[in-house]
């Protein structure tokens, strides 16, 4: 392995739908609109039941530092708002929205006049725009930088999960309204430099933005090589500026933003006319789809629905699992009636041969674990001092290192879930640090009083 590059693994892409374009779905009877689909402090509900709403219409907000408004995916009335668990598996409240057809779109739907940064972050905020590849974190946030901190804007078109096509159709289809994005934003933001990464898997995009970008020196393609974790930010930010960024930090402060490549097309899309983030581009997938697709789908949509678009389940067989994402770091669910959330990029459906899995066996203290961690992590010891409890050899390890990117229990012959293990021994060692913090609190105030008696 060169020194140049993070380690990772090479995993069957399975790209059934490459080169398939983004079809607009057919519009749902009812859409249920969650008002946590971020990172940060849910929204609480502007309408009310009852309430005609329009596409675009912003129907929830929050005026927490870290949010992002949410709006209508369609045109309707507002038939409940209600709290139920959604798709995150935590009880949410939903604005229920009965569609009535027609689309039409609201009057505030306006283009956003902007003349300096402090313009360029409200429309971000405004956008609703958050990180599309699956971290939901409010792009706002990202961009609200303090002058000179960022020198280089990444634009993160790796797509390295197997089954997700997304991202390579967006490239395609829009280019150019991607690297308007990416001038927009190094314009207000003053960043003098722009990358986009794309693994070698995708020549057609990277001959595409590489034609567009001839002769500006100040937006760079870069081409990666095809392994995962690529679209990870850390590898991301390693392999296409080599700076280190570690547990902890962020991209800012080693000089750098990372946004996903179709959120920087939605923020464009909505400088451009005013449309802010109501629709998601999800890749529909997997051995029982009858139609696997790329589909633009309004969100709030429930998933059933997506999957009856495709064509639902092939005739003889029988749906046994759903993952949302990749099957790398997706999220299994246990039934499909959940609502289409900003953060979704796929929907992915199996039978039994996928879904069944293997019996964990002895660990044979073979290595692979450690020789795919992009992190030069120690997978196999961090899994016997969770199960240990040992949270001080958990801190000796580097367990907070870790992305739970999965490429060391894809690497186990054993079938060891060492990713969930590594999961939960991140939690032990939070939990651990609150309680640690609580208790240096308590002995500082305890001190502070008896001080203050002595006195």
């Known amino acids: 392995m060169s020194s140049k590059h993070l380690k990772g693994i090479h995993v069957d892409h399975c790209k059934n739908t490459a080169g398939m374009p983004v079809i607009p779905m057919t519009l749902p009877e009812k859409v249920y609109i969650p008002m946590s689909m971020h990172i940060g402090a849910p929204c609480q509900p502007l309408v009310a039941v009852g309430d005609h709403v329009k596409v675009g219409q912003i129907i929830g907000d929050c005026q927490a530092p870290v949010s992002a408004p ?14 139920f668990m959604t798709q995150n598996g935590r009880p949410d409240t939903n604005i229920i929205i009965k569609t009535d057809g027609k689309q039409e779109v609201a009057d505030t739907v306006k283009p956003p006049v902007i003349n300096n ?33 960022v020198d280089t804007l990444i634009i993160n078109g790796a797509e390295c ?37 794309i693994e070698s898997n995708k020549p057609d995009a990277i001959a595409k933005f590489k034609e567009l970008l001839a002769g500006d020196p100040s937006i760079q393609v870069c081409e990666l090589r095809q392994v995962y974790p690529q679209g990870a930010e850390r590898v991301m930010i390693y392999e296409t500026t080599g700076r280190h ?4 930090k962020l991209p800012a402060d080693v000089g750098c933003i990372v946004s996903n490549v179709t959120s920087m097309l939605k923020l464009e899309q909505f400088i451009e006319t005013g449309m802010p983030l109501v629709t998601k581009f999800i890749t529909v997938d997997g051995n029982v789809i009858a139609k696997p697709q790329n589909v633009e789908v309004p969100i709030g949509t429930m998933i059933c629905d997506v999957i009856e678009f495709c064509g639902g389940i092939k005739e003889g067989m029988e749906l046994r699992k759903v993952i949302l994402g990749g099957p ?62 040992n949270v001080d050899l958990l801190r000796e390890y580097n367990v907070m290192s870790c992305m739970n990117c999965g490429c060391c ?24 640090d609150k309680k640690q913090k609580a208790k240096a609190e308590a002995e500082a105030k305890a001190a502070a009083e008896k001080e203050g008696g002595e006195k």
């Not at 949410?70 to 709290?83: F, K, L, M, P, R």
């Not at 073979?366 to 961090?382: F, K, T």
């Not at 060891?416 to 293990?421: D, I, S, T, V, W």
Request: aromatic letters at 6%.
């Open 70 to 83: 949410i709006h209508s995916s369609v045109s309707g009335d507002v038939e409940a708002i209600e709290v």
């Open 117 to 149: 940064k402090e313009d360029f972050i409200k429309a971000v905020r405004a956008s609703g725009v958050v990180g599309l590849g699956g971290a939901s974190f409010p792009m706002s946030i990202k961009y609200n930088t303090k002058p000179g901190q």
């Open 328 to 389: 790398m770091m997706g999220r299994a669910i246990p039934r499909d009636d959940f609502a289409v959330l900003k953060s979704n990029s796929a929907i992915l459906c199996f039978d039994e041969t996928f879904a069944d899995l293997n019996p964990e066996t002895a660990c044979i203290n073979c290595g692979r674990c450690v020789e795919g961690c992009p992190m030069n992590l120690m997978p196999a010891r961090l899994s016997r001092a969770f199960k240990d409890k």
């Open 161 to 197: 999960e197997p089954y997700i096509t997304v991202d390579h159709a967006s490239m395609l289809a829009h280019a150019q309204e991607i690297i308007n994005g990416m001038r927009n934003a190094m314009k207000w933001v003053d960043i003098p430099k722009g990358v986009i990464g």
């Open 409 to 432: 229990a894809y690497s186990c012959p054993a079938r060891k879930q060492l990713n969930f293990e590594i999961a939960q021994a991140k939690l032990l060692v939070m939990e651990d």
């Open 245 to 248: 960024l570690i547990a902890g």
